[in-house]
């Protein structure tokens, strides 16, 4: 079946360090990937997306994420974690890459300690 | 440029009682889409409608939910008769008609059954 894992509930960083976040995506071809963040009570705001191109997307808030075929994965990343990044992740993919249905993965939460 | 709105924000029900949901869209957007997140898990894709159709619902239960998306007027999603597994969050997205077919989510609605 088709599945998008993200494969740490949790994760706690200390402000300051580097921070990634993994998702792992199981289709045949590459679907159109996403990363959402979502905070306390709220919606979800878009930080990245990737298409096709460079395999290497900038968001917002200093987010990176980096697609690798061979791998089947969007792991997001940034160099240092700011006290405000705490909050949900999630990885979503659009597997008909025609923008209907999301599948999104089962969230990350991350803790910053100050 | 306003983003997708949601109302109302927190909805109690009993069980029993009728949930209606109400989601408008961006500006210029035609496409919506709903999905539901249940506590401590991600989003689960429920259905996607254009202007007066419903273009996927397969992830709508068979029974009790409906949705629609009139020419006139925010996009609903009906809850008939609820009970505490539908308590929820509900979120609404929504997508250009062309081009970039990024969902931009609403701030969603908790649902509450009593």
Known sequence: ?114 | NAGVMQNPRHLVRRRGQEARLRCSPMKGHSHVYWYRQLPEEGLKFMVYLQKENIIDESGMPKERFSAEFPKEGPSILRIQQVVRGDSAAYFCASSPPLGDITQYFGPGTRLLVL
Not at chain 1, 43 to 54: I, M, N, R, T
Not at chain 1, 97 to 108: K, V
């Open chain 1, 1 to 114: 079946a088709q599945s998008v894992t993200q494969p740490d509930i949790h994760i706690t960083v200390s402000e300051g360090a580097s921070l990634e976040l993994r998702c792992n995506y199981s289709y045949g071809a590459t679907p159109y990937l996403f990363w959402y963040v979502q905070s306390p009570g709220q919606g979800l705001q878009l930080l990245l997306k990737y298409f096709s191109g460079d395999t290497l997307v900038q968001g917002i808030k200093g987010f990176e994420a980096e697609f690798k075929r061979s791998q089947s994965s969007f792991n997001l990343r940034k160099p240092s974690v700011h006290w405000s990044d705490a909050a949900e992740y999630f990885c979503a993919v659009d597997h008909n890459n025609a923008g209907n249905m999301l599948t999104f993965g089962g969230g990350t939460r991350l803790m910053v300690k100050p």
